[in-house]
């Protein structure tokens, strides 16, 4: 049966062969495969749709960009900073659908993204357990040199220095985009999810507490003054409770 199915698979005709590899070529991007199963004049209206759907989509997540984008210091207004997200999601969406293969785009960015947002939920965590969960709002608004929040500069050196460690790390784990030292060290193994996170959260811990030591004082002595919601406890007389 193996021979008589290969002589069946050599003796194709060439034409039927080449119809084959264009029919998988033409459906190996979503937006060809949908040419097949909707009318001419409402592919590029289809295609449009799925654009703009994709920005309507993540209208929360661009929202949030965009305070980001102020929150680090460059100064442009919020509507400005949404419609530069705006844009950029449009023109990478554009490019996965239309430039290069749409599921390996999608899994090089994925890749991308723990790479980054790895190591920075990593440091995320290690400052709130160094500062024990206790973060007062006005100071987190104070840009002046009198900020709890200052640092050097208004940069916090560690949390820079520990994202940098964190991600050239596990972009040398990586098994995607390329093969890495690492990975082709551990025959292929990806271990960049692990190895990211786990620099980074202890780069950002040794150093917090090595340059910002002052800081972590205060944090303790603010929590002896202030209660979980940032007011200040009042030590009721005995025999009273306040109300």
């Not at 608004?141 to 200052?150: K, L, M, R």
């Not at 082709?184 to 507490?209: C, E, H, I, M, W």
Request: proline share 5%; charged share 15%; net charge positive.
């Amino acid at each position: 049966m193996v021979d008589d199915a290969r002589r069946l698979r050599v003796g194709r005709p060439a034409q039927h062969r080449g119809r084959t590899r264009q029919h998988r070529r033409r459906h190996d991007r979503p937006s060809d495969s949908l040419k097949d199963i909707v009318p001419g004049w409402f592919y590029p209206l289809l295609l449009l749709a799925i654009v703009l759907g994709s920005v309507a989509n993540n209208i929360l997540t661009t929202y949030s960009s965009g305070l980001a984008l102020q929150a680090v210091g460059i100064r442009i207004g919020q509507w400005a900073a949404v419609l530069l997200d705006g844009l950029a999601a449009t023109a990478i969406t554009v490019y996965a659908l239309f430039i290069t293969d749409f599921l390996d785009a999608l899994n090089e960015v994925l890749e991308l993204t723990v790479a980054v947002l790895g190591p920075g939920l990593a440091i995320s965590v290690a400052d709130v357990i160094l500062r024990r969960n206790h973060y007062r709002g006005p100071g987190l608004h104070d840009e002046t040199p009198t900020s709890a929040y200052w640092y050097h500069g208004g940069i916090n050196m560690a949390g820079v220095a520990a994202q940098l460690l964190g991600t050239g790390v596990a972009l040398l784990c990586l098994n995607s985009l390329y093969v890495g030292p690492v990975a082709s060290t551990l025959n292929g193994a990806d271990v960049s999810a692990l190895l990211g996170p786990l620099v980074g959260g202890l780069t950002y811990t040794a150093l917090f507490r090595s340059l910002y030591s002052r800081q972590l004082d205060r944090v303790r002595q603010s929590q002896v003054a202030y209660g979980p919601c940032c007011q200040r406890r009042q030590i009721p007389p005995r025999g009273r409770a306040i109300t």
